[in-house]
Nanobody
Framework: VQLQASGGGLVQPGGSLRLSCAAS????????MGWYRQAPGKQREPVAV???????NYADSVKGRFTISRDTAENTVYLQMNSLKPEDTAVYYC????????WGQGTQVTVSS
C-alpha cells in the first residue's frame, strides 16, 4: 500500500491550498481515509476523515474552512483548505485505515505573511 501526498506549500493567511493523496489501490479497500497534521512540538491530530460510505468528519478547528473529498476513479482523496491561518501550519499526513493503518509521507503546509 502506498499513499502519495502532495500539494503543500507556503501560503499567506487567508489563502488556499489543495492537498492530494493518491492511493496505490482502490480507496474502497479502506474503511476510512483522512488527513492528519502535526505542528512542531505537538502531537499528530486528525483534521478530516471520509468513510467509504462518503460520510465526512472534521476537527472543530477546521470546520467551515476545509473540505475533504474523493475521486474514486483516480483513487485520490483531497483536502481543500480555505481561509488558512498561521495556526494551520504543520506537516500534513494522509492516512488510510482498514484492518491496518497506513500513512503517507508528510507534506509541509506553512501559512505565513
Amino acid at each position: 500500500v502506498q499513499l502519495q501526498a502532495s500539494g503543500g506549500g507556503l501560503v499567506q493567511p487567508g489563502g488556499s491550498l489543495r492537498l492530494s493523496c493518491a492511493a496505490s489501490g482502490s480507496i474502497f479497500s479502506y474503511n476510512i481515509m483522512g488527513w492528519y497534521r502535526q505542528a512542531p512540538g505537538k502531537q499528530r491530530e486528525p483534521v478530516a476523515v471520509i468513510a467509504n460510505t462518503g460520510t465526512t468528519n472534521y476537527a472543530d478547528s477546521v470546520k467551515g474552512r476545509f473540505t475533504i473529498s474523493r475521486d474514486t476513479a483516480e483513487n485520490t482523496v483531497y483536502l481543500q483548505m480555505n481561509s488558512l491561518k498561521p495556526e494551520d501550519t504543520a506537516v500534513y499526513y494522509c492516512n488510510a485505515c482498514s484492518r491496518t493503518s497506513y500513512w503517507g509521507q508528510g507534506t509541509q503546509v506553512t501559512v505565513s505573511s
